[in-house]
Nanobody
Framework: QVRLVESGGGSVQPGGSLRLSCAVY????????WGWFRQAPGKEREGVATIDSDGTTTYADSVKGRFTISKDNHKNALYLQMNSLKPEDTAMFYC????????????????WGQGTQVTVSS
């Protein structure tokens, strides 16, 4: 069973940047649909970005032009570069391995980690 461990969250001021990382363990074969979703306090989960095996990416409208998803197959890692952060980006961010294709703002069915907290505040 695949296991995901997120890191890289923190507190930044509006306009700042963060790069989230996700280490993937236990992945040997099979098709997963990789991406990130987030959940803010009192709100529903929101898909943020996905990346296909051919590198095709999709983004929620709320983050287009500001966030970039990438993956490193050799390192079994997934990344989310977040620029021009806004207070409304404050949330727990999760990387996910979906067992079915999914696209933001939808959320995956599958596996995800414990999350990493991102706080954007002045």
């Amino acid at each position: 069973q695949v296991r995901l461990v997120e890191s890289g969250g923190g507190s930044v001021q509006p306009g700042g940047s963060l790069r989230l990382s996700c280490a993937v363990y236990g992945y040997t074969a099979g098709s997963y649909y990789w991406g990130w979703f987030r959940q803010a306090p009192g709100k529903e989960r929101e898909g943020v970005a996905t990346i296909d095996s051919d590198g095709t990416t999709t983004y929620a409208d709320s983050v287009k032009g500001r966030f970039t998803i990438s993956k490193d197959n050799h390192k079994n890692a997934l990344y989310l570069q977040m620029n021009s952060l806004k207070p409304e980006d404050t949330a727990m961010f999760y990387c996910a391995a979906g067992v079915r294709r999914w696209s933001p703002p939808g959320v995956p069915i599958g596996y995800w980690g414990q999350g990493t907290q991102v706080t954007v505040s002045s």
